[in-house]
T-cell receptor, first 112, second 117 residues
């Protein structure tokens, strides 16, 4: 079945550590996205990528980094520069242009 | 600015009641899409509907209906005869075209619906 796989489902990180969240899709979608969800804040865009080897900053990119070496994969690294990383992270993908997203099931990151 | 406002943050109803979720948007684009997504407790967002800016016809799908009014920049969602399984957070979203030809979605803050038996 086609879809988006995010792993792990739960992740704990110590302060000062970098951590990488995985996102893989087998939908052959060109565009991929990372959103952060905080209670009462809705979803805010971190980074997005429209093609391989290219990505753009979203609204809250500071403290995050991404790569897009393969069409299927769009990993997100939460760096130690991110001051408040505890949140629910959602990955999504879409065909190019105004088609809507398919979402993964999310990764809940907690800093301990 | 491209923006989506869901004024209601939380609604609680009793099963079989009808409930309407409001969504107001702002955009400078002439072509755009509006979406509703449902987020059950499991966390994954589930697509409900996509509506383009040129189609103002209302849509009905089972117990769900959507009212799109361009004149008031609103895209409201009504659940008729609500059920406990409708309990979730509902997001309204607006597409924003990017320079590269794809889109990004701007989301409202979501509205938590609780349907009590």
């Amino acid at each position: 079945d086609g879809g988006i796989t995010q792993s792990p489902k739960y992740l704990f990180r110590k302060e000062g550590q970098n951590v990488t969240l995985s996102c893989e899709q087998n939908l052959n979608h060109d565009a991929m996205y990372w959103y952060r969800q905080d209670p009462g804040q809705g979803l805010r865009l971190i980074y997005y990528s429209q093609i391989v080897n290219d990505f753009q900053k979203g609204d809250i990119a500071e403290g995050y980094s991404v790569s897009r070496e393969k069409k299927e994969s769009f990993p997100l690294t939460v760096t130690s520069a991110q001051k408040n990383p505890t949140a629910f992270y959602l990955c999504a993908s879409s065909m190019v242009y105004l088609y809507g997203y398919t979402f993964g099931s999310g990764t809940r990151l907690t800093v301990v | 600015a491209q923006k989506v406002t869901q004024a209601q943050t939380e609604i609680s109803v009793v099963e079989k009641e009808d409930v309407t979720l409001d969504c107001v948007y702002e955009t400078r684009d002439t072509t755009y899409y509006l979406f509703w997504y449902k987020q059950p407790p499991s966390g994954e967002l589930v697509f409900l509907i996509r509506r383009n800016s040129f189609d103002e016809q209302n849509e009905i799908s089972g117990r769900y209906s959507w009212n799109f009014q361009k004149s008031t920049s609103s895209f409201n969602f009504t659940i008729t005869a609500s059920q406990v399984v409708d309990s979730a957070v509902y997001f309204c979203a607006l597409s924003v075209a990017t320079q590269g030809g794809s889109e990004k979605l701007v989301f409202g803050k979501g509205m938590k619906l609780t349907v009590n038996p």
